[in-house]
């Protein structure tokens, strides 16, 4: 998969306006009290939080080494934005939802020739119901061409298409395929001047296939604030500012289900139905990407939440939104010092900080540093492209650094008290215990951390991540990818 991106336009700076909770009828209380329960949740780990009411932002942060400035990958909120751009392009006539996929692609005509694919209609991609009943991303990807559209259109459907939900990368990639094909540019260009730059979405990252495409299902690289700005544009019926610059009538289609999810996931607002690139929730509707990237529009009151992380159980995650965060912000009687527990999130919210590795008591070298090694890996440690590791004194020989090797790259961050960040990276480190060394490797421009366990005296490491990387690219790729 390629790495380039679309030049970034546009600014890192805020465009949503502020508002202490009280003045926008918010308990602070109950905010705090989902910080409380996601904290101490197993498998729950936020990177951002942004909570909106009546358009504005009335409690915000982020946990470093995490940063508002940051990109981060959203995973399949991308869908989200590939289905803004779908609306733009049936808006001015340049997409028929009841075309088919196939007619926009004449070159595959004679390649695809099962009755149920060539049937496939943009709606039922777009409500990922192509009657495939399982993911086809890797069969798709197997075409011999490198084609993900071509492998998928030569899939037969099992079943009818509209009449089978699945929820099935290669469905989006085609939505993303065809705007592409008739604005003539990528999904950000297209999107820039008609959503991005009005919403003051700075600089985005997307990443592309081998024909140039940006994929749409996934690799969109944008900030908290891009998030909650795309929840707040559907939760005002697609207005901006006075602009109607999403139609009112498909912000009405992305957010109603098109076909039935109850037997596609165990949990339960998973099972609510699929709407156009937009999950149905039990409270509103969401963009929603892998482990917990989420943009919650909440129309009853009147708000969006956006969440950034890396959560393995992102329905404990919603269960805390529901319970917590969803009484506050139904317009409850305010205390009379609201205005002091306000100020009490604010500082908490101001100070949050991912947990790092901790140093047991009389473990290390000496002077509490790091040591000089180099070290291999243990088999069977991840990544298996990581194949060195190299403990070492900075330039100045004042520092330390760690480098990793990996798939012919090296990539050096420095290493020092708690977390600090080196370009896209973040570290942490600690002697846990007799010759044994911790270094936790944040990718801050993505939801993952790799766990580095180092035994100096055996020059080896063994690696774990805490959550796998979906796109599994060599570690210099995860970042935003860069302008070409």
Known sequence: MSTEASTPTGSAARALPRAAPAARGVDSRGVAAFLDAVEAAPGVELHSLAVLRGGHVVAEGWWEPYAPELPHLLYSVSKSFTATALGLAVAEGLVDLDATV??????????????????????????????????????????????????????????????????????????????????????????????????????????????????????????????????????????????????????????????????????????????????????????????????????????????TGQSSTTQVLLEAVWEHLLPALSGPPLPPDAAEHDAALAARLAVLRLDAPVAAAGAGGSAGEPVQARLTPVPGSAPATLTRVLLQRDAAGTGWSIVLEDAGDRLTAALGEGWVTTGPLATAWAWTGPGALRVDVVFVQTPHRLQLQLDPAAGTFRGTWCTAPLHEPPLARLRAPLAP
């Open 102 to 307: 196939l007619s926009y692609f004449p070159e595959l005509d004679a390649d695809v020739t099962d009755e149920r694919s060539r049937s496939i209609r943009v709606r039922h991609v777009a409500a990922m119901a192509s009657g495939h009943t399982a993911e086809t991303l890797g069969e798709a990807s197997a075409d011999p061409t490198g084609d993900v559209l071509r492998g998928f259109l030569r899939l037969p459907p099992q079943g009818e298409p509209g009449e089978v939900f699945a929820y099935n990368q290669p469905c989006t990639h085609a939505l993303a395929a065809i705007v592409q094909r008739v604005t003539g540019g990528t999904l950000t260009q297209y999107l820039r001047p008609r959503v991005l730059d009005p919403l003051g979405i700075g600089d985005t990252a997307w990443l592309k296939d081998e024909q140039g495409r940006e994929i749409g299902w996934s690799g969109l690289h944008a900030t908290t604030e891009a998030l909650a700005a795309l929840g707040q544009l559907h939760l005002q019926g697609g207005r901006w500012d006075g602009r109607q610059l999403l139609p009112e009538a498909w912000v009405e289609q992305v957010r109603r289900a098109h076909v039935a999810t109850a037997d596609a996931h165990p949990d339960p607002d998973w099972q609510l139905g699929y709407g156009f690139q937009f999950w149905v929730s039990r409270h509103g509707y969401r963009a929603d990407g892998a482990y917990g990237q989420f943009a919650l529009v909440l129309p009853e009151q009147d708000a969006v939440v956006a969440i």
